[in-house]
């Protein structure tokens, strides 16, 4: 008899952390790392990975399983084409930074049932992102990783016009403010966000060859101004972090740094009106209410009554192409 499609969903929902907790601890063992160059043999990277070799070799096992790596005639191990494209550490265009923050983060999930009933975050992640620099490297190298695919594409969801000051509030790496002043070229950047960040931002820019246009400058966004008679602030993938107090906040102070009739551009994953779709803002709504102090999704109608409240008449939202996201601009009156 044909197992049962229900049987076949509640599997698939009840074992997905054995694949991720599978591909979270390849990752951060350094396996596909050491496999870069070479194919080796169960005991040579246990060794060099510092695992134990009867237990490493189910871990390498399960990875092929999973299609992360393959296992060739002789027994030794490679890495297979997604592992080459997406997980070596050096590798252009790689996600292994990002999943390396997943795997961090499995921790705090599994105190989402305390955090709901507590109606806060039990283990929130902002205090020990700020305190442990292995782990804010990461953070900041991970998600500009995964920002990086889609910042093209949210660039061009943007109308900056003519606009020359653009100012990138909690920008993190400059995902957003780098692919922006790739597509208007008289524009100038300015990321703010904590001097620690900052060191990793300008790295970053400075790699992408745009260190003359996007600047960086220490801003703690829960409390510092915004600047004053700029045309843009961008507030991308932070309100969602935020209570919605900090977060009204955060746009008044936007609509005190812009000039009359400039603009401010919300980006990130909001939720249908029904609350129930698409499956990951619903996940993503989870996320932010287990790692964030106050953090919460909001529908676009959500948003745009808060950038309506802070000042901010009829804003306009624009779905990003080839993005579950969306961009909500507001623009400052101009009398």
């Not at 129930?276 to 989870?286: K, Q, R, Y």
Request: hydrophobic share 45%; glycine share 8%.
């Amino acid at each position: 008899m044909p197992m049962d499609i229900h049987f076949a969903r509640l599997n698939q929902l009840a074992f997905g952390y054995w694949h991720a907790q599978t591909l979270f601890t390849l990752t951060q063992a350094g396996v596909f790392d050491r496999l870069q160059d070479e194919a080796l043999d169960a005991a040579e990277i246990a060794r060099a990975c510092g695992l134990d070799a009867d237990a490493g070799t189910a871990l390498f096992d399960a990875g092929v399983a999973l299609g992360l790596l393959r296992k060739g005639d002789t027994g030794r191990y490679e890495n297979s084409e997604l592992s080459r494209a997406l997980l070596l550490s050096e590798q252009a265009g790689s996600l292994a930074n990002w999943v390396r923050v997943m795997g961090r983060w499995v921790a705090p999930w599994t105190t989402v049932g305390e955090a709901l009933r507590a109606g806060h975050a039990v283990d929130p992640q902002s205090p020990k992102i700020v305190g442990d620099a292995a782990y804010l490297e990461e953070f900041i190298l991970g998600m500009h990783e995964y920002a990086a695919r889609s910042s093209d594409a949210v660039a061009a969801a943007i109308d900056l016009g003519a606009a020359r000051r653009l100012v990138d509030v909690g920008g993190g790496g400059g995902s957003y403010s780098i692919a922006l002043c790739r597509r208007y070229p008289q524009l100038e950047s300015v990321v703010l966000d904590l001097e620690p960040v900052l060191a990793i931002t300008r790295r970053i820019v400075e790699s992408a060859g745009l260190a003359q246009r996007v600047h960086t400058q220490r801003c703690d966004y829960r409390a510092s101004a915004f600047g004053d008679g700029v045309d843009a602030v961008l507030l991308s993938n932070v309100l969602h972090q935020e209570s919605r107090e900090v977060g009204l906040d955060m746009l008044r102070r936007a609509f005190a740094a812009l000039r009359p009739a400039g603009r401010v551009i919300v980006h990130g994953h909001f939720l249908d009106e029904n609350r129930t779709s698409p499956v990951f803002a619903t996940l993503h709504n989870l996320s932010a209410r287990t790692l964030w102090e106050g953090g919460h999704s909001y529908t676009a109608a959500e948003m745009s009554a808060l950038l309506e409240e802070a000042g901010f008449p009829d804003p306009r939202v624009t779905a990003v192409a080839a993005s579950a996201t969306k961009v909500i601009a507001g623009t400052r009156p101009a009398s």
